[in-house]
């Protein structure tokens, strides 16, 4: 093999590095990491609202609902309506510090015990659902008197 040719080879070699790295580093960059739709330091406090009355959560409620809506994924409703229950819970007021407006969470219905909801300030008109398994259901309902 001549010089020219082995040149002519190494530099393809590199340019086909050179493109495998800039198509691999594009993947990475463009991939969303997981947002978080509150900061636990920006929470001021939290109330459940059940039958028209407002109940007020402690710290401890308060960080386990909020992990919980953290780790909430988009939502696309089915036709299949057989694992929806109703909540009984009309909504969920988040208030935060800094004169920041409050967060008001609209629980739509459970679905295989995992809580459907609306959140127009993280989500716009889509849905929500929590990835708890009935976690966030069973912390909820101890938030209120029956």
Same mark, same amino acid.
Request: charged share 15%.
């Given at each position: 093999?001549?010089?020219?040719? !082995?040149?002519?080879?190494? $530099?393809?070699?590199?340019?086909?590095?050179?493109?495998?790295?800039? *198509? #691999?580093?594009? &993947?990475? =960059?463009?991939?969303?990491?997981?947002?978080?739709?509150?900061? !636990?330091?920006?929470?001021? $406090?939290?109330?459940?609202?059940?039958?028209?009355?407002?109940?007020? *959560? #402690?710290?401890? &409620?308060? =960080?386990?609902?909020?992990?919980?809506?953290?780790?909430?994924?988009?939502?696309?409703?089915?036709?299949?309506?057989?694992?929806?229950?109703?909540?009984?819970?009309?909504?969920?007021?988040?208030?935060?510090?800094?004169?920041?407006?409050?967060?008001?969470?609209?629980?739509?219905?459970?679905?295989?015990?995992?809580?459907?909801?609306?959140?127009?300030?993280?989500?716009?008109?889509?849905?929500?659902?929590?990835?708890?398994?009935?976690?966030?259901?069973?912390?909820?309902?101890?938030?209120?008197?029956?």
């Amino acid at each position: 093999m001549s010089n020219k040719t !082995l040149v002519v080879l190494i $530099g393809i070699a590199i340019v086909l590095m050179m493109t495998l790295f800039i *198509l #691999n580093y594009v &993947q990475v =960059v463009e991939t969303k990491s997981t947002e978080k739709h509150i900061e !636990l330091n920006d929470i001021n $406090g939290m109330e459940v609202y059940h039958t028209n009355v407002p109940y007020t *959560l #402690n710290l401890k &409620q308060q =960080v386990g609902v909020a992990n919980y809506f953290n780790e909430a994924t988009p939502f696309e409703p089915s036709a299949a309506t057989e694992m929806r229950t109703p909540t009984i819970i009309e909504k969920i007021v988040i208030y935060r510090f800094e004169n920041l407006p409050p967060v008001e969470i609209t629980p739509v219905y459970y679905h295989h015990d995992n809580l459907v909801f609306s959140a127009p300030e993280w989500q716009g008109t889509g849905l929500l659902m929590d990835n708890s398994n009935g976690k966030l259901k069973n912390l909820l309902s101890q938030t209120f008197d029956r």
